[in-house]
């Protein structure tokens, strides 16, 4: 995978060229995938450093970490869904509207290619050109108005599946800190020492993986996300600590 990347990155023959435009132009889920993964590590690990912090025993973290991955996964599954969705049918009234105006006002429409070619530096007969080839095709001209005029990205990904790829990302990755607290035997503290090991390599590998697929510097993608991931853990952890005198009184106040 890294070699083809390279591979398209730096080739400037023809074919080179067109396989990464053709691949650039596809629909991608990465932002969806990773977006639900550290979302799902972050919410489980948070419930289970909150539990930790109160003193609470490990069976609680486990009970509250499965309820808070399947009901927090459904639900941004169910957001990425809407805001997916939502910018879908920006693009379709946007559409509609190009339409529109391609048959009711096609100078004006001719005039607006005009202008957005002229700022790009052509003028003369070659921006009259360009004019004109584009308004000949009227699907290519209203690709071209949404793209230049109002700035929409028209790779036309599935909401469904943007919702499905962050579910089930949130789930898989969310479960690791929960893990630990499957086996009673290890104890609270040694299962929550153990927790903050997984969790911590998994925000790393996270953010290296990341890194990897979208060109940034590895090392420091990674750090970037184990650094937020650890910030929100420490949040919840002293966030718990504050409930664990509330805890204690509780718990002699039902043994008496």
């Given at each position: 995978m890294r070699?083809?990347?390279a591979?398209?990155?730096?080739?400037?023959?023809?074919r080179?060229?067109?396989?990464?435009l053709?691949l650039?132009?596809?629909?991608?889920?990465?932002?969806?995938?990773?977006?639900?993964?550290?979302?799902?590590?972050?919410?489980t690990?948070?419930?289970?450093a909150?539990v930790?912090?109160?003193?609470?025993p490990g069976?609680v973290?486990?009970?509250?970490?499965v309820?808070?991955?399947?009901?927090?996964?459904?639900?941004m599954?169910v957001?990425?869904?809407?805001?997916?969705?939502?910018?879908r049918d920006?693009?379709?009234?946007a559409?509609?509207?190009?339409n529109?105006?391609?048959?009711?006002v096609?100078?004006?429409?001719?005039e607006?290619?005009?202008?957005?070619?002229?700022?790009?530096g052509?003028?003369?007969d070659i921006?009259?050109?360009?004019v004109e080839?584009?308004s000949?095709?009227?699907a290519?001209?209203?690709?071209?108005?949404?793209?230049?005029?109002?700035?929409?990205?028209l790779?036309?990904?599935?909401?469904?599946?943007?919702?499905?790829?962050t579910?089930?990302?949130?789930?898989?990755?969310?479960a690791?800190p929960?893990?630990?607290?499957?086996?009673?035997s290890?104890?609270?503290q040694?299962?929550?020492?153990?927790?903050?090991?997984m969790?911590?390599?998994?925000?790393?590998?996270?953010?290296?993986?990341?890194?990897?697929?979208v060109?940034?510097?590895?090392w420091?993608?990674?750090l970037?996300?184990?650094?937020m991931?650890?910030?929100?853990?420490?949040?919840a952890?002293?966030?718990?600590?504050l409930?664990?005198p509330?805890?204690?009184?509780?718990?002699?106040?039902?043994m008496?």
């Amino acid at each position: 995978m890294r070699m083809l990347m390279a591979l398209l990155e730096h080739g400037h023959s023809p074919r080179a060229i067109k396989e990464r435009l053709d691949l650039e132009h596809q629909p991608s889920y990465l932002r969806d995938a990773i977006l639900g993964g550290i979302d799902g590590c972050v919410t489980t690990f948070a419930v289970v450093a909150s539990v930790a912090g109160a003193g609470l025993p490990g069976i609680v973290a486990l009970a509250l970490g499965v309820a808070s991955l399947i009901a927090d996964g459904f639900s941004m599954g169910v957001s990425n869904y809407q805001g997916v969705k939502s910018d879908r049918d920006a693009v379709n009234r946007a559409r509609a509207m190009e339409n529109r105006h391609i048959r009711q006002v096609p100078d004006g429409e001719r005039e607006e290619v005009r202008q957005i070619f002229a700022r790009k530096g052509f003028d003369g007969d070659i921006l009259e050109e360009i004019v004109e080839r584009i308004s000949e095709d009227e699907a290519l001209w209203v690709e071209t108005m949404l793209r230049e005029e109002h700035g929409l990205d028209l790779r036309g990904i599935s909401p469904l599946k943007a919702a499905m790829w962050t579910f089930f990302a949130f789930i898989i990755v969310g479960a690791i800190p929960l893990l630990p607290f499957l086996l009673p035997s290890l104890g609270l503290q040694v299962a929550f020492m153990t927790s903050i090991a997984m969790t911590g390599v998994t925000f790393f590998g996270i953010g290296f993986a990341k890194g990897v697929i979208v060109g940034e510097k590895r090392w420091r993608s990674g750090l970037e996300t184990l650094l937020m991931g650890g910030g929100a853990a420490l949040i919840a952890y002293w966030i718990g600590g504050l409930f664990e005198p509330m805890v204690a009184d509780l718990g002699v106040a039902v043994m008496s």
